[in-house]
């Protein structure tokens, strides 16, 4: 099981370390201890407060030019014998991603584990919000 240091958790919830020891220390985000006797967060743990924490900020990046790269956890996998349904949540940004189960496996994708969404579109819509 993947588990994550606060600092690690706080990058990729976009907000700071102490942050995210107020989030411990109020019971909102569980952390256990290691045999040294750090904090850390199970990446299952990390996978649900994500996903039912959407309003987070999402991680910042200056001097970038990929945009189209999303850090954060894995939060469920759906697997058939064929292909698979990988949903990652990278900050407040839910993405779902079709792959082919041979490479699920291979990464050993499960809810927990930290990746990387990379999107590349032949496609892009740009629309307005309503005033």
Same mark, same amino acid.
């Given at each position: 099981?993947?588990?994550?240091?606060i600092? !690690?958790v706080?990058a990729?919830l976009?907000?700071?370390?102490?942050s995210?020891r107020?989030l411990a220390?109020?019971?909102?985000l569980a952390?256990v201890?290691?045999s040294?006797?750090? &904090?850390?967060?199970?990446g299952? #743990?990390l996978a649900r407060?994500?996903a039912a @924490? $959407? !309003? #987070?900020?999402p991680e910042?990046?200056?001097g970038? @030019?990929?945009?189209n790269?999303?850090?954060g956890?894995?939060?469920?996998v759906?697997?058939?014998?064929v292909?698979?349904?990988?949903e990652i #949540?990278?900050?407040?940004h839910? /993405?779902?991603?079709?792959i082919t &189960?041979e490479?699920?496996?291979? /990464?050993? /994708?499960? $809810?927990?584990?930290r990746?990387?969404a990379?999107?590349k579109?032949t496609?892009?819509?740009? !629309?307005? $919000? &309503?005033r």
């Open positions: 099981m993947a588990t994550y240091k600092g !690690e706080a990729l976009g907000i700071s370390v102490d995210v107020r220390d109020s019971g909102r952390t201890r290691t040294g006797g750090q &904090r850390v967060v199970e299952r #743990q407060f994500m @924490s $959407p !309003e #987070q900020k910042t990046t200056v970038r @030019s990929a945009r790269h999303f850090p956890i894995v939060t469920r759906v697997k058939d014998r292909a698979a349904q990988v #949540q990278a900050g407040p839910r /993405l779902v991603a079709l &189960r490479a699920a496996d291979e /990464l050993a /994708l499960a $809810p927990g584990v990746a990387v990379v999107v579109a496609n892009v819509i740009v !629309e307005l $919000p &309503r």
